[in-house]
């Protein structure tokens, strides 16, 4: 009985497709984050809505328009709508130029 319910668990893990989240995506000016570490324009980072608190350390992967960023989880938007996230300009720079200000993208947690 617990072996059979251990391979299904495994089974379903395996088969499971990952989760997808949307929402807008901004960007900002990191700095002393909430999650403890001080970051630059310069590096891959997010800061995720209070529904995804929690998160810190994580790697998210970001698509829009055919093209995918990573960004680590680093500090909280807590002006940041359902699964909005705010990125860092070097992260919103490999998927739109900063002139857009806010697109719809798709994520996932890597
Ligand atoms: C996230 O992106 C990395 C780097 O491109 C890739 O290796 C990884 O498989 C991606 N993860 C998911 C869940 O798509």
């Known amino acids: 009985m617990y072996a059979i319910a251990k391979v299904i668990i495994a089974l379903g893990a395996f088969i499971a497709p990952s989760v997808a989240f949307s929402g807008d995506m901004t960007y900002y000016a990191p700095g002393l984050g909430a999650c403890g570490l001080t970051n630059t324009e310069s590096e891959a980072v997010v800061a995720m809505s ?50 857009a200000g806010r697109v719809q993208v798709t994520w996932e947690y890597a």
């Open 50 to 99: 209070p529904s995804q608190d929690g998160n810190c350390g994580r790697t998210i992967n970001i698509s829009y328009n055919g093209k995918t960023a990573s960004a680590t989880v680093v500090d909280k938007c807590p002006g940041c709508a359902g699964d909005s996230i705010d990125v860092s300009p070097a992260v919103f720079e490999q998927l739109e130029s900063l002139d």
